[in-house]
Each structure stands twice: as C-alpha cells, then as structure tokens.
C-alpha cells in the first residue's frame, strides 16, 4: 500500500514553455503532498506544501507564479512549471502524507526529470 | 535553523563488509530522523525511522541507525553490504508532531560497492 506516481518520469520541453507535472497516491487520500526540487548532486529541497482545497504554500525564496501547486482532489497534486528556462532543469519529486501532513510518514513519488533545451 | 549535515560525499565498501553513514543534525527540539535510499532516477524508499523510545532502530534490508542525542547524530549501519546497496543515502529530519510535514535532508552519500 501507500503508493505515490509521477507522471510523466521524463520530459523534456523547449524553453518558455509550460509543463504540467502530476503526482497521484493511489491506494489512500492525503490532503497535504509536497513538491522537492533536486539539483544534481545535492539533496532535496523542499519547495511547497500542497493542501487539498486550499492555496499551497511556498517555501522562501520559491516563485510562486512560476512554480504553479494545485491540489484539486485529495489524491491528485499537480505542479507546473510556467514559461521553462534551463535552469529549471532539474528533477522533481513529490510526496504525500495519508496522515494528514506531519511528518511521521511520506510516501515519495519516483520523481520527474525535467529538461529545458 | 534545522539542518543535517552528512560529511561523507562518496564511500566505497567492498560487499561483505561493514557500512556506517554518517549523519548529524541541528534541531531545537526532539527530532523525527529518517533515513532513505534512492536509487539512480528513482524516488525515495524509507529505510528507517525514529520518533522516540529504544535509540537503536531496525529498518528494512538489514539496516539499522543509532540515536545519539549528546552526539546529535543518527548513523546508519549495516554489518555485511550487499551489490544491491549501491544507491544514494538520504538522512532527513523532520518536525515532532504538529503539522510541519517537510523533511530537511542531507546531501546524501553516495555509497558505491566493489565485489
């Protein structure tokens, strides 16, 4: 149980383009998902807690107008990424709580890898 | 500020041999300390965690970590490492209780194993 996907595992898009990256639990509701960014050799780092129903909120520092959250279903968080840049290549992981947010349990999403030409 | 900190980069073992990873935190309060593994362009898989109570904890595949609070570390041992263990190895902490979900990872160590 407790599975979280990504779709899609890859893409690749021309820059100032948009792309829509969607993460799903599938056997369990959770209102709260996160999305981390991870650079190459670096760890994840946290860029916005998505709330079902509710604006999602952003950690400092993270464009909100560019990194679009919408947590419209509780088993549905989707972010997009507006008018890409190369230097918003990176790969993209998202998790999910059942419980509700706290940290006791997240189940990761394998991730998207997203490249800006 | 939260933080973990894992100063090993890189570690090769040869299989057979031990494996600690080392890992300490910067945390107000009592933490919530994980460990999880990722595999190349694969999300994360949560080996281990702590919450409170026994300061040594089991995980999953043979892992196991130690709480030291005087230390503040929480270091992931396995005594004989396997081919399959090559991965990226993630520390992470986490706010205890309340509603602050989001983990503050490491960097990672990247373990490599020779045969």
């Known amino acids: 149980g407790a599975v979280v996907s990504q779709h899609p595992s890859r893409v690749i898009c021309k820059s100032g383009t948009s792309v829509k990256i969607e993460c799903r639990s599938l056997?369990?509701?959770?209102?709260?998902m996160f999305w981390y960014r991870q650079f190459p050799k670096k760890s994840l780092m946290l860029m916005a807690t998505?709330?079902?129903?509710?604006?999602?909120?952003?950690e400092q520092g993270v464009e909100k107008d560019k990194f679009l959250i919408n947590h419209a279903s509780l088993t549905l968080s989707t972010l997009t990424v507006t008018s890409a840049h190369p230097e918003d290549s990176s790969f993209y992981i998202c998790?999910?709580?059942?419980?509700?947010?706290?940290?006791?349990?997240?189940?990761f999403g394998p991730g998207t890898r997203l490249t800006v030409l | 500020a939260q933080s973990v900190t894992q100063p090993d980069i890189h570690i090769t073992v040869s299989e057979g041999a031990s494996l600690e990873l080392r890992c300490n935190y910067s945390?107000?309060?009592?933490?919530?300390l994980f460990w999880y593994v990722q595999s190349p362009g694969q999300g994360l898989q949560l080996l281990l965690k702590?919450?409170?109570?026994?300061?040594l904890v089991q995980g999953i595949k043979g892992f196991e970590a130690e709480f030291k609070r005087s230390q503040s570390s929480f270091n992931l041992r396995k005594p004989s490492v396997h081919w399959s263990d090559a991965a990226e190895y993630f520390c992470?902490?986490?706010?205890?209780?309340?509603?602050?979900?989001?983990?503050?990872f490491g960097k990672g160590t990247k373990l490599s194993v020779k045969p």
């Open positions: 702590y919450f409170s109570g026994d300061t």
């Open positions: 992470a902490v986490g706010a205890s209780g309340g509603s602050q979900g989001n983990l503050i």
């Open positions: 998790s999910a709580d059942p419980f509700g947010g706290s940290a006791d349990t997240q189940y």
């Open positions: 056997d369990f509701q959770a209102t709260t």
């Open positions: 998505s709330n079902e129903g509710s604006k999602a909120t952003y």
């Open positions: 945390y107000g309060a009592t933490p919530y």
